[in-house]
């Protein structure tokens, strides 16, 4: 079976209807689709061939929603790079990937060359290769279950795996959720959360896929949410717990406009009283869990189902529920989440046995805990036992623990997430100091923070005689709370 070029295809449909608006910029799809052959022309020019991995360290923007059509043009695998990140971890998603060119913006052009001189990759602005005089790349065929998209997860070893989707991942992805929550042409779908993000990816496929329009907002901003969704016609938007509670707390009990359709609301679990608020706005929530390895939604609570019900998976996804001993359980039993769907990815690049782990007998192991109701609904129980969500954004210990043990002064280290009412959960450090010790929690502080993303840097470190750990010698880190710390 062959892919169509979906972009093309959508601007030999529908060439005037409005395709993206970022700021005072504005296209349609045929002027979306011919900006793409350029900046696709320019990267063929540069010598990227089909196959080869193209990352892209940019801010939401336009600039963004090209290279991510641009690289499906050439037949390019897609390194979209979480800006939020240190030089050190982009250098190396950058070799473990093994990219051929990194593109990058003007905001984010100090962090990208010092990332590409570390990794040895080409680094490239955005600008000086948009503006070229390159002759269009002319559209064609694609395998859709080829390499299309690279998106880098953190995994509990410490070390960030790639997970692998293809044109068919995405493909499957947009047409169960426009079977599940319904997709209309004149829908505009906001996007204010990061495009390097899997979700944000979803969205510039779904709207192709269905020709509607995408509203990309640079950064999220309440006020500013608030205003597309009153006064822009913003008819979906998509959120995470942190954000809803920043829009509501700006807007207060304010009703939405009779254009927006619904909040697709995902990045981990939405407290009771948070959906309590939006109800009370009357914001349609459509509580959703996903991830990336399944190209997004797994399985979604469409608005105005009962709170207590469950998430119902979408349309050609099967979940299961599996037992400690791999054993598929009933309802209402308790284990492991389990997916099969079309949506899931290849695997993990260049990780054979990490890809043997979470993909089995063509069912992918999540490794998140839940139970599915006598309705067949899902409830997610815990985001994967270690992992902390943090305002949308995943946080695995490991990945932490690994910098910490680094620093000289610390023996041994656990983190774990500790709840809080803005972030939904922060990381805290628990730390066992080497003799002679004299690091204290702002020099362990900035350690981290020079090694780290800024939202993975604990915000505490309690300095303790030892650790909680099992007979076998396995860190509980949900006993970590209850360590004495030195006074």
């Known amino acids: 079976m062959i892919a169509q070029d979906w972009l093309a295809e959508r601007a030999r449909r529908t060439p ?14 045929a002027a979306l689709d011919a900006r793409v052959g350029v900046l696709a022309g320019a990267l063929r020019d540069d010598g990227i061939a089909p196959g080869d991995v ?21 037949g ?38 010092a990332a590409a001189d570390v990794s040895g990759v080409a680094a490239s602005a955005f600008d000086a290769l948009a503006k070229r005089d390159a002759k269009p790349l002319a559209p064609g065929d694609a395998d859709p ?24 991942n995405f493909f499957a992805s947009a047409v169960a959720s426009a079977m599940h929550l319904g997709a209309l042409p004149t829908d505009r779908w906001l ?50 717990a942190t954000m809803l509670s920043r829009v509501l707390d700006v807007r207060g009990t304010r009703a939405p406009a009779r254009s927006l359709r ?13 959906l309590g608020r939006a109800r009370k706005a009357g914001l ?3 509580t959703t ?5 399944a190209t997004s939604q797994v399985a979604t609570r469409p608005p105005g189902a009962d709170p207590a019900s469950g998430a119902i998976p979408l349309p050609g996804t099967e979940v299961r529920i599996a037992g400690e001993d791999d054993r598929w359980l009933g309802a209402e039993a308790v284990g492991e989440i389990c997916v099969r769907s079309a949506t899931v990815m290849r695997g993990y690049w260049r990780r054979p046995d990490a890809t043997g782990e979470a993909l089995r007998d063509g069912w992918l192991r999540t490794g998140d805990v839940g139970r599915l109701d006598a309705a067949g609904g899902l409830h997610v129980l815990d985001r994967r036992s270690d992992l902390i969500v943090s305002g949308g954004e995943n946080i695995y210990p490991a990945e932490v623990e690994a910098v910490l043990l680094a620093h000289p002064d610390v023996a041994e280290v656990g983190v774990a997430g500790v709840a809080d009412p803005e972030w939904g959960a922060r990381p805290s450090a628990w730390w066992v100091p080497r003799p002679h010790a004299t690091a204290d929690a702002a020099a362990l502080a900035s350690f981290c923070r020079e090694r780290l993303a800024g939202y993975k840097v604990p915000s505490a470190f309690h300095c303790v005689a030892t650790l909680p750990r099992t007979a076998a010698g396995k860190l509980r880190r949900h006993a970590l709370g209850e360590t004495p710390s030195f006074p």
């Open 16 to 29: 005037s209807q409005r395709a993206v608006e970022c700021g005072d910029e504005a296209l349609d799809y």
């Open 54 to 74: 193209v990352a892209g360290c940019l801010q939401n923007g336009l600039p963004a929603v090209l290279l991510v059509h641009a690289a499906r043009r050439c």
């Open 76 to 113: 390019a695998v897609l390194l979209p790079l979480n800006t939020r990140s240190t030089a050190a971890e982009l250098a190396y998603a950058l070799q473990d990937a093994g990219a051929r060119r990194l593109v990058h913006d003007d905001a984010m052009r100090d962090i990208a060359v």
């Open 145 to 168: 279950d080829g390499p299309s998209s690279l998106l880098y997860t953190s995994g509990t070893t410490g070390r960030p795996k790639g997970a692998l989707l293809t044109p068919g």
């Open 191 to 240: 996007a204010c959360m990061p495009l390097f993000h899997v979700g944000g990816l979803a969205i510039l496929w779904r709207s192709v896929l269905q020709g509607s329009a995408v509203i990309v907002h640079e950064r999220f901003d309440p006020d500013r949410v608030n205003h597309t969704l009153d006064e822009e016609g913003a008819t979906i938007v998509s959120l995470t």
């Open 262 to 274: 619904f909040v697709l609301l995902g990045g981990g679990p939405c407290p009771g009283p948070l």
């Open 284 to 286: 349609p929530v459509a």
């Open 289 to 293: 869990y996903g991830l990336t390895e």
